[in-house]
């Protein structure tokens, strides 16, 4: 009998959590009840390719991958929006010998994430344009 007051006890609690934290959640196209943050600053393009220019530097240069290439990130960024259609990446195609070979997804957020993935993959921007 204290095992299943336990079980329904913790349930409850679970019940209790789930909709408190869900009461919380935003709804597309919202700003989540929260109208005291200001509009985030964005990259400039130089920067962009800078911080692209830096992940080809110090990371790709040792990547088996990518070792021993002459990469160059391209200026024809393509702009990558979340749910609520704000810009917040830029998918930096990543070019050897003017052949793309692969990307790298630049934050486009002064004081978000400078980087969220790279794929190296022949012309793989151009498949997503």
């Known amino acids: 009998m204290k095992l299943k007051s336990v079980f329904l006890i913790l349930g409850f609690i679970f019940l209790l959590v789930g909709t408190y934290t869900s009461s919380f959640a935003a709804q597309l196209g919202t700003k989540g009840g929260n109208d005291t943050f200001e509009k985030p600053k964005l990259l400039n393009k130089s920067d962009v ?70 794929l190296i993959k022949d012309n793989i921007v151009k498949r997503q344009k």
Not at 55 to 82: A, G
Not at 101 to 111: D, K, M, S
Request: zero cysteines; glycine letters at 6%; hydrophobic letters at 35%.
């Open 49 to 118: 390719i800078r911080i692209a220019q830096i992940h080809v530097q110090n990371y790709l240069k040792n990547d088996i991958q990518t070792m021993n290439k002459r990469i160059i990130p391209s200026s024809d960024f393509i702009e990558l929006y979340d749910l609520g259609e704000n810009l917040f990446a830029y998918m930096v195609p990543l070019t050897e010998s003017n052949k793309e070979i692969g990307y790298i997804t630049i934050g486009a957020l002064e004081n978000g994430y400078d980087s969220y993935d790279i």
